[in-house]
T-cell receptor, first 117, second 111 residues
Framework: GAVVSQHPSRVICKSGTSVKIECRSL??????MFWYRQFPKQSLMLMAT?????????EQGVEKDKFLINHASLTLSTLTVTSAHPEDSSFYIC?????????????FGPGTRLTVT | QKEVEQDPGPLSVPEGAIVSLNCTYS??????FMWYRQYSRKGPELLMY????GNKEDGRFTAQVDKSSKYISLFIRDSQPSDSATYLC???????????FGAGTRLAVHP
């Protein structure tokens, strides 16, 4: 299957600092990527849809000024958690859609575990 | 009512058993149906991808979609301890539309 990578895999930061997470599609171009967060033993919660060359679309209840998304190229989207607080500690997962002859398959990255102290 | 319903389990079966995982949904616009497997502390891995109604088989895995009943299933034959994971169903209206996930079913296959 297609490969999506995330960096870093885990990060610990202090409250009040900002953290940037990268999502890359390694073997295909992705005009659309998604950012999710997942709490322990819960399903994925979609945060925002990231479109290359345009502003991200945020889900209801997700603060766009806190979770900054930049989809600068067809293979890279970044999520910056600004002024992080302990309640932002979570597992952040990105995904990318690979379009192939009318088939739209969504592939996920391995996730980034963020711990805010 | 949630758009996608999935029993969170946990489901515990002996090695070699046939496992049946299911989801129901309410949105008739869904056309694409997926099953993902997620190991603890890892990102979801795409297992099966099905368009519209019908069956699809891949090794020990079979996905079934019944759009008339708004019901999808994943069968795992000859289950192995390595199949122990959380299985998430997901579906969308297609194209670049977002996926709607079920809650995920935790499966444990014991030797």
């Amino acid at each position: 299957g297609a490969v999506v990578s995330q960096h870093p895999s885990r990060v610990i930061c202090k409250s009040g600092t900002s953290v940037k997470i990268e999502c890359r599609s390694l073997d295909f171009q992705a005009t659309t990527m998604f950012w999710y967060r997942q709490f322990p033993k819960q399903s994925l919660m979609l945060m925002a849809t990231s479109n290359e060359g345009s502003k991200a679309t945020y889900e209801q209840g997700v603060e766009k000024d806190k979770f900054l998304i930049n989809h600068a190229s067809l293979t890279l989207s970044t999520l910056t958690v600004t002024s992080a607080h302990p309640e932002d500690s979570s597992f952040y997962i990105c995904s990318a859609i690979r379009e192939d002859r009318g088939s739209y398959e969504q592939y996920f990255g391995p996730g980034t575990r963020l711990t805010v102290t | 009512q949630k758009e996608v319903e999935q029993d969170p389990g946990p489901l515990s079966v002996p090695e070699g058993a046939i496992v049946s995982l299911n989801c129901t949904y309410s949105n008739s616009a869904f056309q694409y149906f997926m099953w993902y497997r997620q190991y603890s502390r890892k990102g979801p891995e795409l297992l099966m991808y099905t368009y519209s109604s019908g069956n699809k088989e891949d090794g020990r895995f079979t996905a079934q979609v019944d759009k008339s009943s708004k019901y999808i299933s994943l069968f795992i034959r000859d289950s192995q301890p390595s199949d122990s994971a959380t299985y998430l169903c997901a579906m969308s209206a297609g194209g670049y539309n977002k996926l709607i996930f079920g809650a995920g079913t935790r499966l444990a296959v014991h030797p």
